[in-house]
């Protein structure tokens, strides 16, 4: 049985990983892939160490860092469950397997927050898509509709209105991006803004081909020709596993003290899937330094 499991492959979890391994706590790794968040991610100007690196290469560096230490790692399955157990964890994955350790580190981060209307499963992958910066190319000169009202729904926009032929942004609210954003994206000839509406409907065969919205206002209905939908309405918290064991904010985030802690003895969070403030990679790596350190300090009280 390992000392400890870590649980995520973004910045919180890769770092808690090399804090764990030159600690000589024998470590496993679990995660569905490596790199999280930033693989989504183009420019990034403040990660320190670098005044512009792009998210995918950032991530790589992380990587090779890890592995220049020794530390089991499986990366594919998705931990599907935690529980404690009498001196420790268990884990379980969607390949069937479990793990058992004395201490874990969650470093879930976060997913895309989904619409919820019909649809939208359905024609995941097949027009409907959680972000621009990955799959805007795809769309090129198609009609497309961005969903959101917020700084990440106004980044897709500004993408998209380059490269397809129409984008249409539809927000639940006004918009509620950061000003300068709103001003450099508004105004593109190519799009159109349908502010107070709501998503009613994805439709398509077997690819996105219209979406039904509504005026919240007026009630009144239109149907959008578009071959792709961007939902970009914010993140949730991967923060399931720790259901039942720990305690969840109003957000459903993990709460933690500053040392990491869970309030369970062992069970330590990082990162984006905590209440910590200020969802930021530098910070997620803080956290998980700080966790794999404070996990330490908790084995060798054992
Ligand atoms: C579009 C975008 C742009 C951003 N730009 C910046 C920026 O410029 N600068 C900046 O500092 N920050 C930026 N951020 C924020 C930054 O990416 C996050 O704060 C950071 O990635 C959080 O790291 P994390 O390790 O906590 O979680 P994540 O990066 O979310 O990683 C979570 C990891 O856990 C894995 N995982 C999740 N659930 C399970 C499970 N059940 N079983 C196994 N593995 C699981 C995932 O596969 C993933 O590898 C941006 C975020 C986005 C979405």
Redesign the pocket.
């Known amino acids: 049985m390992p000392e400890l499991i870590i ?9 808690a990983a090399v804090y764990a391994a030159r600690k000589r706590i024998d470590t496993l790794l ?12 183009l ?5 320190m160490g670098y005044q512009y690196i792009e ?1 995918p290469e950032l991530m790589q560096k992380f990587e090779e860092q890890m592995k220049q230490f020794p530390l089991e790692q499986k990366i594919g ?4 469950a935690l529980s404690r157990l009498d001196g420790g964890f268990e884990v379980k ?1 969607d390949n069937g397997e479990s793990y058992q350790a004395k201490a874990v580190i969650i ?6 927050r989904s619409l919820n209307v019909p649809g939208e499963e359905r024609l995941r992958g097949r027009g409907v898509t959680y ?1 621009a ?1 990955c799959d805007g190319p795809l769309f090129a000169g198609e009609k497309v509709a961005v969903i959101g009202g917020g700084n ?1 729904a106004l ?1 897709a926009v500004d993408d998209m209105v380059k490269i397809a032929e129409h984008v249409h942004l539809v927000s639940l609210t006004p918009l509620t991006g950061d000003q300068i954003v709103i001003d450099r994206v508004i105004g593109a000839a190519n799009l159109s803004v349908f502010l107070e509406h709501e998503v009613v409907e994805i439709e398509g065969s077997s690819r996105v081909e219209v979406i039904a919205i509504r005026d919240l206002k007026t009630g009144e209905q239109k149907k959008l020709k578009v071959g792709g939908v961007f939902i970009e309405i914010g ?1 949730i918290p ?1 923060s ?2 720790a259901k039942g064991i720990a305690k969840l904010n109003k957000l459903g985030e993990i709460e933690v003290n500053c040392a990491c802690a869970t309030g369970i003895p062992g069970l330590y969070a ?5 209440d910590v403030p200020e ?7 803080g ?2 330094a700080k966790a794999a350190l404070q996990a330490r300090r908790y084995l060798q009280r054992l």
């Open positions: 649980i995520g492959g973004g910045p919180a979890a890769l770092t679990l995660s569905t892939e490596l790199g999280g968040q930033p693989l989504t991610t420019g990034i100007e403040n990660y998210g399955p998705a931990v599907i994955t470093a879930t981060g976060k997913r895309p972000c910066i990440s980044e993140l991967n399931e596993l990082a990162g984006d899937v905590t969802k930021q990679i530098v910070v997620a790596a956290e998980g």
